[in-house]
């Protein structure tokens, strides 16, 4: 969840990581802080707040030297105060170090070191994993056969640590080095001219190389200006392979839009032809996938699916089980990634597992990703990164191939993941009773996704109007029904991430087992009223919501012409096929809860309490 920058170079180190941490402040914004190395002294600078308050703080500092690191803080251990910011420094002065993960056994660990004389001035368990490094430091012979005091100090110190942990680590006697690791936390090495850098997301160096490395679990990399070795925590050599990263610094900048989440938001068409190009069969009537590692008969024996995920995947994975139960007629279930793999859920066989997220990295869904593999069974992945954790240990999968989504709320890559997930129930339907013309009706309606998209966002005033009548309320139910369910779960979602109002997703039909309680002048609710079977039912809710003076949103396809008076106020979406009609619903709560954010004068990227990419449990 935190943000991590390491460098080592022949620059001026100190703009650099505060350049970096900017780019990652998505990632964690309690508090930030750096630390540099120059003449065998560290200099550390740490302030609660958003990175802007750690530049006040750094701006009268000289900040010598060309080699230092990083953090932007999601507090886990400790509340957010400058001393538990990070960089932590070691009671003896010669080791420092940053931290992103949970070190589950420091009580015992931090009782060891209190024994040896080390002292403590923060609550965190990485001021405790700092202190045993600069213990197994002092201890380590000076000139360590086949590797060096520093790598090998930090190796000792990870053999007594449970938890995860991403950790760049300095030491005031090994001038120009930097030694990382990794343990369910992602770390990436980044490769440039003369430098190198270490870092949590690629965004943070992108701007210096583009060539990286991305380090893997259990892995210790050890860096200088023009050199680095990886080596596992027995102490195996690794052979890295070096990655190209694709996408340009532009693409992870605002550029003339107020927010990422409004860039993004207006990103959706071109990620959508993205994510499908390619992926459509020649006779145009089904899908088609390169790295699934799956043959057509095996998927043919599946015969259930189950998919796991966290938060905005797990709706899109709702929507999937939807789609895939409505075109293959196979049973779908799908779990909260971080409920599986402790509920010991009876499984079938010939069951294949789906694992979604966007960052690849999500600690839950990769749990649950090993936890089914482990019981033996096969498991692909949907997620947006090259190299993550998910994507390297899934046995195929799915990219997004969106681009980089800085907004902590997400949407082009949850829009992405709808389209994915529809696609697949279309290619595992044509696998199965799905016609050819079924088949070529559903290709059709999935290419038009993106302009139906671009049609769906030219509401974006109307909607901004609609948003600034309604920022003034506390309470909101959304409400639909089928594949639209799932986006009203994700509308309420967005609505609280980013504007902090109280919001609330249900069946169209379930509001009056209960919510219904809810509802008054105070309380408004946004349905979303399609054309075809259900339209009937759902107008029949809106009117049991009106009859309680309840304000009505609706979201209506352009084919619907609602009973007079009955909604107060009408965002109409192009009539589509049920395959996109998820994807196209998507976008009006998008910019309504957007426009709520904003009006209410939220900092949108920057959600209190939240975080881009949940790496810790």
Not at 186 to 196: A, K, Q, R, T
Not at 223 to 239: H, K, R, W
């Amino acid at each position: 969840m935190c943000g991590i920058v390491g460098y080592v170079g022949k620059q001026k180190a100190a703009p650099l990581i505060l350049e970096g941490l900017k780019r990652l402040e998505y990632r964690g914004y309690d508090s930030a802080g750096l630390v540099l190395l120059e003449n065998g002294r560290f200099t550390v600078a740490k302030k609660i707040g958003r990175v802007a308050n750690l530049e006040t703080v750094t701006a009268p500092l000289p900040l010598p030297g060309h080699h230092g690191m990083g953090h932007t803080r999601w507090a886990t251990h400790g509340g957010v105060t400058d001393a538990n910011a990070h960089p932590h420094v070691s009671s003896d002065g010669r080791i420092a170090l940053i931290h992103n993960g949970v070190i589950e056994n420091y009580s015992k660990l931090k009782a060891f070191l209190l024994g040896k004389g080390y002292t403590f001035v923060s609550e965190t368990d990485t001021e405790v994993l700092c202190n045993l490094i600069a213990y197994h430091y002092a201890k380590e012979p000076a000139a360590a056969a086949g590797d060096s005091r520093f790598v090998n100090s930090v190796r000792k110190a990870l053999g007594h640590t449970e938890g995860t942990y991403g950790i760049v680590v300095m030491a005031t006697d090994a001038p120009g080095e930097l030694v990382t690791a990794r343990k369910g936390s992602p770390l990436i090495l980044g490769l440039g001219d003369g430098e190198s850098l270490v870092a949590s997301d690629v965004a943070a160096i992108v701007s210096r190389t583009q060539n990286v490395v991305y380090l893997k679990d259990g892995q210790i990399a050890h860096l200088t200006a023009t050199t680095f070795a990886i080596t596992t925590q027995n102490s195996g050599t690794v052979d890295p392979v070096i990655d190209k990263v694709t996408w340009s610094i532009a693409d992870a900048e605002k550029g003339a839009y107020a927010h990422f989440m409004e860039k993004e938001i207006f990103e959706q068409p071109a990620a959508l032809e993205n994510a499908m190009r390619g992926r459509f069969s020649e006779d145009g009537s089904t899908a088609q996938f390169g790295g699934l590692n799956l043959s057509a008969g095996e998927f043919r024996g599946i015969e259930r699916f189950m998919f796991c995920a966290c938060g905005t995947a797990l709706h899109a994975c709702m929507v999937t089980e939807h789609l895939i139960e409505r075109f293959a007629r196979i049973p779908v279930e799908c779990d909260y990634a971080s409920e599986f793999r402790y509920r010991n859920a009876p499984l079938f066989r010939n069951t294949l597992f789906f694992v979604m997220s966007q960052s690849g990295e999500t600690i839950d869904t990769l749990a649950a990703l090993r936890e089914a593999k482990r019981k033996g069974y096969k498991v692909l992945a949907v997620n947006n990164v090259v190299g993550s954790s998910i994507a390297r240990e899934a046995d195929g999968g799915i990219y997004q191939h969106v681009g980089p989504e800085v907004g902590v709320a997400s949407t082009k890559a949850f829009t992405s993941q709808l389209l994915i997930g529809a696609m697949l129930a279309l290619y595992i339907g044509r696998l199965r009773d799905l016609s050819f013309g079924e088949g070529v009706q559903i290709v059709r309606a999935l290419k038009g996704a993106p302009d139906l998209a671009r049609r769906a966002l030219q509401q974006a005033d109307h909607i901004r109007g609609i948003a600034q009548r309604y920022a003034h309320h506390t309470d909101m139910l959304f409400l639909g029904r089928l594949a639209l369910f799932p986006i009203a779960l994700e509308g309420a979602l967005k609505l609280k991430e980013i504007s902090y109002i109280h919001a609330e997703g249900y069946p169209a039909a379930e509001m009056k087992h209960g919510p219904i309680a809810l509802v008054s002048e105070q309380c408004p609710s946004v349905f979303f009223a399609p054309s075809g079977e259900m339209l009937n039912k759902v107008v029949s809710s809106m009117q049991e919501i009106k009859a309680r003076k309840g304000p009505i949103i609706a979201i209506v396809t352009a084919d619907v012409e609602l009973p007079a008076g009955l909604a107060d106020e009408t965002i109409v979406i192009p009539e589509c096929h049920e395959a996109v009609l998820p994807i196209v619903a998507s976008i009006p709560v998008q910019l309504l809860s957007y426009y709520i954010a904003v009006a209410r004068g939220c900092d949108v990227d920057k959600p209190r309490n939240l975080a881009k990419s949940v790496t810790v449990e």
